[in-house]
């Protein structure tokens, strides 16, 4: 409990002198007063070494500040803060303490002052933002099994010049396996830089990516000639909800942190834009320390695949039981004699139609189904869905 209203000093004075006089135990002297015996005693000390002066409250600031920065280390965090304008307390301290780890160095919390301090920090108004949806990549729990793959979106240049980066990144690790301005954005500029990667750095299980192209189309299966040769490789294709960029999350996030810190504002041509998207990929890779990886870099965690690039391409393979059809330039299969139209973007493909009953077959590249065949009426419908079409009785 504590002193009472009236005035502490004077109640201290007189609680040592009733001590003094020994008129009851100290206990119930205490008791009295409405203090422990704690403090008690705490005050018959200080009047027993300073007299009645030793009764008033100290002063309660602290006698050397225990948040205070030596100013070498204000000066080195200060250095990096600056050289990496993006980057939060946290991520500060983690890259510090990995290159000098022998350095006693603050606390997140006493670089973010500092950063307030000398300015890098500026209050905005919070903006409500969609969490970033994270669970389809659950099974992205070690290197190479998931890759994102997206065309961040384009800006220009200074001197006009239009400007379309692919990024493709390791899903567990985060490593930036590629960040380039590329010429065009179709399947064959696409490929080549894919075939690139494959080559250097082994290949995955799957490949994550949205529904436009080149990744997707309108094609049966939603597939495009570049999913169709991820196919033939022995890729999984994993294709997010139209208009769910969130289900790609980590590789938007990513975006956003290259955007800041290559194009704003953007470099005076492709050339040095794609010097600025190295230096990025560098840093992002080998010093960016990242939350999720417990404040390790990517580069640290991200291991190359022993799935190595085949020097020839595969032919699909199919079960026994299934028909094999060929898929003509123009996108037909021949039935009887007669065209069946599918896609064109399977021209040159092989497919196997897989009978289930009253003439109906399921039609499929691989793994992935097509759609139906109807052998009667010798029509095909692509798969739109869960919903299977009937045949018309």
Avoid at 3 to 21: D, P
Avoid at 135 to 155: E, I, M, S
Avoid at 263 to 288: D, G, L, T, V
Avoid at 313 to 332: A, C, F, H, N, T
Wanted: a positive charge; hydrophobic letters at 30%; one cysteine or more.
């Amino acid at each position: 409990m504590t002193w009472q209203a009236r005035g502490v000093v004077e109640q201290r004075l007189e609680f040592v002198v009733q001590a003094e006089l020994e008129e009851e135990t100290f206990s119930e002297l205490c008791r009295r007063f409405g203090i422990s015996r704690q403090t008690g005693y705490k005050w018959w000390n200080r009047y027993a070494e300073s007299g009645a002066d030793g009764l008033a409250d100290e002063s309660r600031a602290p006698h050397c500040r225990s948040q205070s920065i030596p100013e070498k280390i204000q000066a080195r965090v200060v250095k990096l803060r600056e050289e990496h304008p993006t980057w939060g307390p946290r991520k500060l301290r983690a890259s510090l303490g990995q290159r000098e780890p022998d350095v006693h160095w603050p606390a997140a919390s006493s670089i973010g002052d500092l950063l307030k301090r000398e300015g890098f920090v500026h209050g905005r108004k919070r903006r409500r933002r969609t969490p970033l949806y994270s669970q389809p990549l659950a099974h992205a729990d070690a290197p190479n099994r998931v890759w994102t793959a997206d065309y961040k979106g384009w800006f220009l240049c200074r001197n006009g010049q239009r400007c379309d980066p692919l990024t493709i990144v390791d899903a567990c690790s985060r490593y930036l396996l590629l960040c380039r301005a590329v010429e065009r954005t179709d399947s064959q500029h696409t490929r080549a830089l894919f075939e690139a990667v494959f080559r250097a750095y082994g290949m995955p299980e799957a490949i994550r990516s949205d529904n436009g192209a080149p990744f997707g189309s309108p094609a049966p299966g939603g597939l495009s000639r570049l999913s169709v040769w991820w196919i033939k490789l022995g890729l999984r294709h994993e294709r997010i909800d139209p208009g769910c960029p969130q289900q790609n999350g980590r590789h938007e996030r990513m975006h956003e942190t290259l955007k800041q810190e290559t194009a704003k504002p953007p470099q005076s041509n492709i050339p040095k834009q794609q010097r600025a998207f190295e230096q990025f990929e560098q840093c992002y890779n080998w010093e960016r320390p990242h939350e999720a990886l417990q404040y390790a870099t990517p580069g640290a965690v991200y291991q190359p695949s022993q799935r190595e690039f085949p020097s020839r391409l595969p032919q699909m393979e199919y079960p026994d039981e299934d028909l094999i059809r060929s898929v003509s330039p123009g996108g037909y299969f021949s039935w009887k004699h007669q065209p069946v139209f599918v896609s064109e973007v399977l021209g040159g493909e092989r497919i196997g139609l897989r009978e289930t009953d009253d003439g109906v077959h399921e039609v499929y590249f691989g793994p992935v189904l097509l759609g139906w065949f109807d052998a009667i009426d010798r029509s095909f419908v692509a798969d739109s869905g869960p919903r299977r079409r009937k045949r018309k009785k």
